[in-house]
Structures are given as structure tokens and as C-alpha cells.
């Protein structure tokens, strides 16, 4: 089975550009996460989604970011217009159930110039 | 966000020792998971626990969870290249995210 899958695995843009991460989710995985990882920050949880409904976005930084999770295998994470302090590796992770056990996607390497 | 310590911040072994690495927090949680992210990659799930004082093994990995439920230890017998990698803590409240600790970086030297 495929694991969760994220893409563009590498992102280089401007600042000002709009930057959309797209990620698929294990099929039959009722939670979606998105993280953002940093050497300072470390692993910081963005948003998250239950049966597609955003429950928690208040690890969203600001209004530039938007996430959305249309149905139960695609979800985006939406940045615009993109700053150079948004560079990072954004992973999107699943779940079955409320356990923890979290399966994470290879992440998406964010260079915003 | 909140963020759980772990200490240390970095190790370096040689190939066939042990080691050993911790996390805190100054919250209660009732699950501890530990995740290995190798470069270039996400994190993947080594051990979870889900009940205070529990002790679980997976091959040379051993966690528990600690007594008083802000803590969790980590253990690797007989540390081979291929444990090279940073090793992350995670807690897990009453609340369905995770928050994830600041990360023990492994180097094993042959």
C-alpha cells in the first residue's frame, strides 16, 4: 500500500509567489496533518482535518496560509504571497483513529528567495 | 507552540555501544511515541506507548513511558550505522495532535 504522498518534493520561488503543497493521504486514514519543520522551530503542526473538517488551525501562522481538504484522499496547504521566512519542509502526516501513530509523507523542501 | 525537551541535543557513538536519550515536559500526556527521521525523509514511528510505566521493546529499541507521565526514555543496544539519524519524541494529550520534541541527533562512528 502507498504510503502518504506529498508533492512538489522541491520548491523554489520568489517572495510574493503563490506556493500550493499538495498532499494525498493513506487511503482509509480519517486524520490529516500538515507540519512544518524548521532547525529553529523543529516540527510545528500547522493545521489538522478529521473526516476533511479542519479542527485546529491555530499553528497557522498567519492569513497567507490556507488549507484545504477537499475529500478524503487530496488536501493543499496554500502559502501567498510567500515570504523567504516560509522556507521550511512541510510534511503532511495521517492516521486512523485518534492513536498518535502518525505516517508521514516524505515532505515538500520550501526555498522561497 | 509548545515543544517537549530532549536531551541530549546530539550523540556521538561508536558502532556497538548503547544509548541512551530522554524527553520532558512539563505536561501530562497519555501517549509517547518515538519517531526516526532519516535525511531527507519524514519521520518514521518506532515505538508508541499508552500507559504510564509501561516498558515496550521493538528488536534493540526499548521506551517507556514514564511514571509521572511527562516523561519518556529511549533505548538502543548495540547501535549499528544505520541508526545514524535524529530521533524524535512526541505526546500525545487529550487532544488529538501530537507535539513533538526538539530532537536527539545520532552519529554512529564505525
Known amino acids: 500500500d502507498a504510503g502518504v504522498i506529498q508533492s512538489p518534493r522541491h520548491e523554489v520561488t520568489e517572495m510574493g509567489q503563490e506556493v500550493t503543497l499538495r498532499c494525498k493521504p493513506i487511503s482509509g486514514h480519517d486524520y490529516l496533518f500538515w507540519y512544518r519543520q524548521t532547525m529553529m522551530r523543529g516540527l510545528e503542526l500547522l493545521i489538522y482535518?478529521?473526516?476533511?473538517?479542519?479542527?485546529?488551525d491555530s499553528g497557522m501562522p498567519e492569513d497567507r496560509f490556507s488549507a484545504k481538504m477537499p475529500n478524503a484522499s487530496f488536501s493543499t496547504l496554500k502559502i501567498q504571497p510567500s515570504e523567504p521566512r516560509d522556507s521550511a519542509v512541510y510534511f503532511c502526516a495521517s492516521s486512523f483513529g485518534m492513536a498518535g501513530e502518525l505516517f508521514f509523507g516524505e515532505g515538500s523542501r520550501l526555498t522561497v528567495l | 507552540g509548545q515543544q517537549l525537551n530532549q536531551s541530549p541535543q546530539s550523540m556521538f557513538i561508536q558502532e556497538g555501544e548503547d544509548v541512551s536519550m530522554n524527553c520532558t515536559s512539563s505536561s501530562i500526556f497519555n501517549t509517547w511515541l518515538w519517531y526516526k527521521q532519516d535525511p531527507g525523509e519524514g519521520p518514521v514511528l518506532l515505538i508508541a506507548l499508552y500507559k504510564a510505566g509501561e516498558l515496550t521493546s521493538n528488536g534493540r529499541l526499548t521506551a517507556q513511558f514514564g511514571i509521572t507521565r511527562k516523561d519518556s526514555f529511549l533505548n538502543i543496544s548495540a547501535s549499528i550505522p544505520s541508526d545514524v539519524g535524529i530521533y524524535f519524541c512526541a505526546g500525545q494529550g487529550t487532544a488529538s495532535k501530537l507535539t513533538f520534541g526538539t530532537g536527539t541527533r545520532l552519529q554512529v562512528t564505525l
Open positions: 482535518f478529521n473526516n476533511n473538517v479542519p479542527i485546529d
